[in-house]
Nanobody, 116 residues
Framework: QVQLVESGGGLVQAGGSLRLSCAAS????????MGWYRQAPGKEREFVAR????????YYADSVKGRFTISRDNAKNTVYLQMNSLKPEDTAMYYC?????????WGQGTQVTVSS
């Protein structure tokens, strides 16, 4: 089992920044690819960013490329999402995900609201 707890969400004006954190406990954190997803009201959950466990390579949705940065600190069992130049369309619940094949684990989410 892996437990994931997100934090760092909040209300920010357009153009502002936030840094989300996802703290993991349970099984060995470094064994998992880690990702961030988001879900806006009335929409499906969508991929935002992923960082691989093997080589640290990062992948981003086109909508956030150049604005968001994913990173991980295996010593702290934490993955981060630095979000810059935020837009109102970034408003969503942001979820942390561990793993790409079952078993997959999700956190409870942290709300990000960007005002125009």
């Amino acid at each position: 089992q892996v437990q994931l707890v997100e934090s760092g969400g909040g209300l920010v004006q357009a153009g502002g920044s936030l840094r989300l954190s996802c703290a993991a406990s349970g099984r060995i954190f470094s064994n998992y690819d880690m990702g961030w997803y988001r879900q806006a009201p009335g929409k499906e959950r969508e991929f935002v960013a992923r960082i691989r466990r093997s080589d640290g390579n990062m992948y981003y949705a086109d909508s956030v490329k150049g604005r968001f940065t994913i990173s991980r600190d295996n010593a702290k069992n934490t993955v981060y999402l630095q979000m810059n130049s935020l837009k109102p369309e970034d408003t969503a619940m942001y979820y942390c995900k561990a793993g790409n094949v079952p078993p997959i684990y999700w956190g409870q989410g942290t709300q990000v609201t960007v005002s125009s």
